[in-house]
């Protein structure tokens, strides 16, 4: 999904952050953070809800949006930002999932599940009503604004969660830039339709298996759009499988001003704890292992040690 | 015990509200899960192992779910015990957070070390020497498995930290965990928890390749409650000292049963990234109904 599991920072004192821009909202732990931004940050708080499904509908033949009633007291989040879901109150699966927010509003939180395994199948079968345990609000970085420029949007799957979140955050807060998403998928049972296009100022879709759309994988579409100048942009935003994002990173990212990602990543505790999701980051002291999860997701692309990242 | 009497747990000289605690490992520093557990009402935390060093830990895959349990290779990361003990004990003792501190060694130099610094901290009363982490090259179960080196680590920590009490963890991964429980024990140890992680491994059968660098990795879950829960007999059996179960506690019910194997304490694990307030349902369920009392009577 588009957000990742989980990892514990090294250290919690904010000048140890890998990059400030990224609009850290709080610090891991921060009850008892004692560092330089001292006690609890204002924003985001973490909490475990109990929340009811509220709607469950087909997307694709593969994948499916689940729309859960926003608890009472559920945190704000800004695109990037995960849930982490415990999809039933037994011990298999064992582990929470994590999913990217696609949505956040006032009365339901949105994601986007593609079955791939026991995890996400017991949530996509999830009948109105249910009622599933969340961890949320978690990440610790989130995607910095276009600020009115142009921006091209890359998901991969259902990394397109987040893209889509951010793509109405922004609108949401009256950014004007266009906005182009290309939307990749391996076949057309897993690319998804229509519902998201006025969320963008035009969507492009591709497989791999060319049964729908461009016949090719994201980053070869990307490339030729770029080519041919049907689109442009400064800022560049993805989440997909790592091999999208690496690809992205390195054939396409010098046409860009910029290029955030938010990874996925197995995870277990989500909140920087377990140490479990690491990703080596290239920093001006070394190399660095990273938490997914509470370092980021969202990572500048151009920092992450591709060689050493599956 | 009876539902009304006390549930408090002593180990060696240090006395603690109840006898649950957090395992060492997933709960990171404590400091993590702040806004998912009620740290305070905790018997303890035992913190992440730390080593003198900084350690970054292990590269590529780290986790893996299995059916019913949790393969790990994270490979000790942690902050080294500069950090430590000048910012993460403080922050837990300062919030009324009760550690239990986790300390392993990649050799004999670092251990005397990190003892040192330890004992220079000040404020530690009790300590959990780790000698049985699977997923390093050096100390952890290399160390733990034997009983000889067990008998070294443990008389130097008792040495060192005047004190405070020390309790040693260790692997299942022998023929027969009394032994290496004995020698803790003639060695002065004040406790012994078990169990830590069962050595297990898993293939990328797309990749055609082990799914860890390490190959071999560490596992924790309800998978291995029945192993800890055997280990946690033998040990009461071999070894007057009290025993602390710690391995796949994933229900209340699951506590009850080390304590009837005779365990005077339950850390949670790996459940608290999926149940995180289960510790305080173990709690709340010994406060209203007491400590079960053992039924071993041996028959290891």
């Known amino acids: 999904m588009g957000a990742c599991l989980q990892t514990v920072p090294v250290s919690f004192r904010a000048e140890d952050r890998y990059d400030q821009s990224l609009g850290r909202l709080f610090l891991p732990g921060s009850m008892i953070d004692r560092g330089v931004e001292g006690d609890r940050l204002a924003g985001i708080e973490k909490g475990l809800f109990s929340a009811e499904v509220a709607g469950n509908e087909k997307l694709s033949p593969a994948c499916r949006l689940i729309r859960f009633a926003r608890p009472e007291g559920f945190p704000d989040a800004k695109p990037g930002h995960f849930v982490s879901v415990r999809v039933n109150s037994f011990s298999v699966p064992l582990l929470r999932r994590p999913y990217s927010i696609m949505d956040l509003t006032e009365t339901e939180l949105l994601l986007l599940v593609k079955v791939v395994g026991p995890g996400s199948r017991l949530l996509a079968e999830a009948a109105v009503g249910d009622r599933m345990d969340i961890a949320g609000v978690l990440g610790g970085t989130v995607f910095p604004s276009p600020a009115g420029e142009d921006a091209v949007f890359v998901g991969g799957g259902t990394g397109l969660a987040p893209m889509i979140f951010a793509a109405r955050t922004w609108k949401r807060e009256g950014n004007t830039g266009n906005s182009y998403l290309i939307h990749g998928a391996a076949t057309s049972e897993e690319l998804l339709g229509t519902f998201c296009e006025s969320d963008f100022t035009k969507v492009f879709r591709s497989t791999m298996d060319g049964s729908e759309g461009y016949d090719g994988d994201a980053v070869s579409y990307l490339q030729s759009l770029l080519n041919d100048d049907t689109i442009s942009g400064s800022k560049l935003y993805s989440c997909g499988p790592a091999g999208m994002v690496k690809a992205l990173e390195l054939k396409v990212s010098t046409r860009f001003d910029s290029h955030y990602t938010s990874l996925e990543a197995v995870m277990a505790c989500g909140v920087g704890a377990c140490r479990g999701c690491t990703v080596p980051l290239r920093e001006e002291d070394g190399r660095k292992l990273r938490a997914v999860c509470s370092d980021g997701t969202v990572f500048d692309a151009s920092q992450i040690a591709w060689e050493d990242w599956e | ?300």
């Open chain 2, 1 to 300: 015990m009876s539902a009304s009497g006390s549930i408090k747990v002593t180990i060696g000289d240090v006395s603690f509200d109840n006898p649950v605690f957090l395992a060492s490992g997933p709960a990171g520093y404590g400091e993590e899960y702040a806004d998912f557990v009620d740290l305070q009402r905790l018997g303890g935390i035992v913190t992440k192992t730390v080593t003198y060093e900084p350690k970054a830990g292990n590269p590529g895959t780290r986790l893996q779910e299995t059916r019913g349990g949790l393969l790990n290779s994270v490979g000790l990361e942690n902050v080294g015990a500069g950090v430590f003990f000048g910012e993460k004990l403080p922050g837990l003792l300062d919030n009324g957070i009760r550690p239990i501190v986790s300390l392993a060694a990649e050799d004999w130099d670092g251990y005397r070390r990190l003892l040192d610094a330890a004992a220079g901290a000040g404020e530690i009363d009790i300590v959990e020497l780790n000698l049985s982490c699977p997923n390093v090259d050096r100390g952890g179960m290399a160390v733990g498995t034997d009983p000889r080196m067990i008998s070294r680590y443990v008389g130097h920590a008792k040495d060192i930290l005047s004190g405070t009490a020390v309790i040693a963890k260790l692997t299942p991964n022998v023929q027969d965990i009394g032994r290496l429980a004995l020698a803790a024990e003639e060695a002065g140890a004040d406790a012994i928890t078990a169990i830590n992680t069962i050595v297990g491994m898993d293939i990328d059968i797309h990749a055609k390749r082990p799914v860890f660098k390490r190959i071999r990795a560490g596992l924790s879950g309800p998978a291995i409650f029945p192993v800890a829960l055997e280990a946690v007999w033998r040990i009461v059996n071999t070894v007057d000292i009290p025993v602390i179960g710690v391995g796949g506690i994933d229900s209340v019910d699951d506590a009850l049963k080390f304590f009837m194997a005779g365990a005077a304490a339950v850390q949670v694990g790996t459940a608290i990234f999926y149940d995180s307030r289960l510790p305080e349902k173990i709690i709340t369920e010994l406060e209203k109904n007491g400590i079960p009392a053992s039924i071993n009577r041996g028959g290891a």
